[in-house]
């Protein structure tokens, strides 16, 4: 599905079946494409690596619109590929300022190890680019998007899903409108979907003003628990996330057991082996149980969905 230039009018916020669609719509691209060639940020945005050993740096430039980046630089290099863990330094550059600081570095486009992954014999295959009985929801030139949700229920589980956010640079980094969707597992434990990055876990060393706060940002269990690493790639670049699920055990109506996750982010864990008390955010609201669905959640931003398959456990 390819726009020129997607504007979030009311006729596409119906057509994506908003329910937290912003009143002030802002440019919005779902083609790379055509983004790098509409808008001038485009292309410099993203990760840069310079050095070796321990000089070695790694670099993330996420655009602010208006020729402006929110730049934050990792010691002995990127997250999840080489960073140390020490504090990060982040600063508000203009276009010129970057192209000047990362002349000398090497940019690159990193790719999930876990990408393509096919799924082994005896999987279901809920979304491969054309419509299953395992999935309903709105299909378009072979990606699936948000507000989709699986029709088989199930238990234990391994699930692979690839997804892809929108650009849409106008909107603040921690904007819970910047490409926002999420996985909602038996509509209970969202792990959250959103264009975070760019920015910084440790939420008051930003250099813009968080308008969410930290477990809202992507890989978070939505507002219980932030990531180990963030490991967000640059907006239209294809990301994953694997997940190892045990759903909550009932005896007679009690619970005797809690749901537990392990979730791989592009490849590295994330959340290992974390136990979910109760649903996060509005699905603590609703009772837990041993056997449901998968949403891959809308609000009103077109994230696209592919190779999405299951291994029951």
């Known amino acids: ?19 937290a669609a912003p009143k002030d719509p802002v440019p919005t691209w779902t083609d790379p494409d055509l983004a790098s060639e509409e808008h001038p940020d485009f292309d410099l945005q993203g990760e840069y690596t310079a050095g070796e050993g321990a000089s070695r740096v790694g670099l993330q430039a996420a655009a602010l619109d208006q020729g402006r980046f929110h730049v934050l630089e990792y010691a002995g290099g990127l997250p999840g590929a080489g960073w140390d863990g020490s504090d990060v330094i982040i600063a508000i550059l203009e276009r010129e300022a970057l192209e000047a600081k990362v002349e000398e570095m090497k940019k690159i486009k990193r790719k999930s190890p ?22 309903k929801g709105k299909i378009e030139e ?48 969202e792990i959250q979907i959103l264009d975070s990055f760019g920015l910084d876990f ?45 759903a909550p055990k009932f005896e007679e109506g009690e619970k005797v057991a809690n ?40 609000h009103g931003n077109p994230v696209a969905f592919r190779n999405i398959w299951l291994e029951k456990r």
């Not at 229920?153 to 106008?170: I, N, Q, T």
């Open 114 to 135: 876990t990408m393509g992954k096919e799924a082994p014999g005896g999987a279901l295959v809920i979304f491969d680019g054309s419509p299953t009985s395992y999935i």
């Open 202 to 246: 440790k939420k008051e060393n930003n250099a813009v003003e968080a308008e969410s706060e930290n477990n809202q940002w992507c890989g978070s269990f939505y507002k219980f628990k932030t990531p180990d690493v963030p490991m967000s790639f640059p907006p239209l670049q294809w990301q994953t996330y694997d997940i190892e699920y045990t």
């Open 1 to 19: 599905m390819k726009f020129r230039l997607l504007l979030l009018t009311p006729f596409l916020l119906v057509l994506f079946g908003a329910v």
């Open 259 to 298: 749901a537990r996750f392990t979730i791989r982010h592009n490849g590295r864990v994330i959340h290992d082996d974390v136990e979910l008390p109760k649903g996060t955010g509005g699905g603590g609201k609703r009772p837990e149980k041993e056997e449901g669905f998968i949403f891959f959640q809308d």
């Open 142 to 189: 072979g990606l699936l998007w948000a507000g989709a949700e699986t029709t088989t229920p199930v238990r234990d589980f391994f699930l692979h899903v690839e997804f892809r956010l929108p650009y849409k640079p106008a909107r603040n980094l921690s904007s819970q409108d910047r490409g926002n969707s999420g996985l909602y597992v038996f509509n209970n434990y």
